[in-house]
């Protein structure tokens, strides 16, 4: 008997999300993004990984790495690991159907993995929504942010002074047609230990546009999932976007990026091992080329806002 294809919310755009953000930033140079682009299917799931959607000369630059506990949100709570490693490079044609015109080399910073606890948010956040689903809706397209969510389960413990170990185990798809299963080891394992004796403070990522950093998202277009991981969805437009993070509740913390130790079954965790390839991020701090120890901050009831994106189409 076929199963029955699960119903999940539209929730178009514009999104405000309310939770707690808990964040590191990343760093490449130019020497150690040769060596991060290089490990494609540790910047990507394997979906995208095996799609054009991961194509596009890393050139690194400011990155961050955040998790998310959203209490409130358009598709209710849910918990979201991101990671955005820096910049990539990307063509853009001027001049709408005049094929003459000369494509436009850029770089903007990408979102490459992103893992979330459920269906609505990682439909919706792939998903093209067409104007037969948005009646309402003056546009063709009322959702398009290329996000490539993908389903995970989220552990969350709490330790003594504030501190919480999390762990994200991938719910991933093998490749183009076969059904996912969740991973029986962590993609993301860290603990976070705030700073106590330093006070709360406003924050907010407006204050990036006066560093003169670009934090405007620019998103290819992603692969369909197999036809039983429904939100999975695929795209065909490039999207670029830029979401708004702030809280008046923002407090500093040091990252332990130390991964567990060593079992017979993982093999190693620093890729020495003949049986680990180092290519699927088996890295002694899970980043590579970083130390143990990482400045975070955590942003309490904090308020996210994600807006329309921009579209277009590259032939």
Request: aromatic share 12%; with cysteine.
């Amino acid at each position: 008997m076929a199963s029955e294809t699960p119903t999940i919310g539209v929730a178009p755009a514009p999104w405000t999300l309310k939770g707690t953000i808990y964040s590191f930033f990343l760093y490449s140079a130019s020497k150690n993004a040769k060596l991060i682009s290089s490990k494609k299917k540790f910047l990507f799931s394997p979906l995208e990984a095996a799609s054009p959607f991961s194509d596009g000369e890393f050139v690194g630059g400011l990155g961050i790495v955040q998790v998310i506990r959203y209490s409130e949100s358009p598709v209710g709570p849910y918990d979201e690991l991101l990671v955005i490693p820096g910049k990539f490079k990307y063509s853009k044609t001027h001049g709408g159907l005049n094929q003459s015109a000369m494509p436009e080399t850029k770089a903007n910073i990408r979102v490459t993995r992103i893992y979330v606890s459920q269906v609505e948010t990682c439909w919706n956040g792939r998903k093209s929504i067409s104007e037969s689903i948005c009646p309402n809706s003056t546009s063709l397209i009322c959702l398009d942010w290329n996000i490539p969510k993908h389903l995970a389960k989220f552990e969350f413990k709490e330790l003594p002074n504030d501190s919480v170990s999390i762990s994200v185990y991938p719910r991933e798809q093998g490749g183009f047609g076969n059904p996912s299963k969740l991973d029986a080891k962590p993609f993301f394992t860290a603990t976070y230990k705030p700073i106590s004796y330093l006070p709360k403070f406003p924050s907010s990522t407006n204050l990036f546009k006066y560093l003169g950093i670009d934090l405007n998202l620019v998103q290819p277009p992603l692969p369909q999932g197999s036809k039983s991981d429904v939100e999975l969805a695929g795209t065909h437009q490039w999207t670029l976007v830029k979401s708004l993070e702030r809280s008046s509740r923002t407090s500093l913390g040091w990252w332990d990026m130390k991964q567990g130790p060593p079992t017979e079954e993982d093999g190693t965790r620093t890729g020495s091992s003949k049986d680990s390839d180092p290519s699927e991020g088996d890295f002694e701090n899970w980043w590579p080329g970083i130390g143990r120890w990482r400045l975070g901050m955590k942003m309490e009831e904090a308020t996210i806002e994600f807006p329309e994106g921009k579209h277009w189409v590259e032939t």
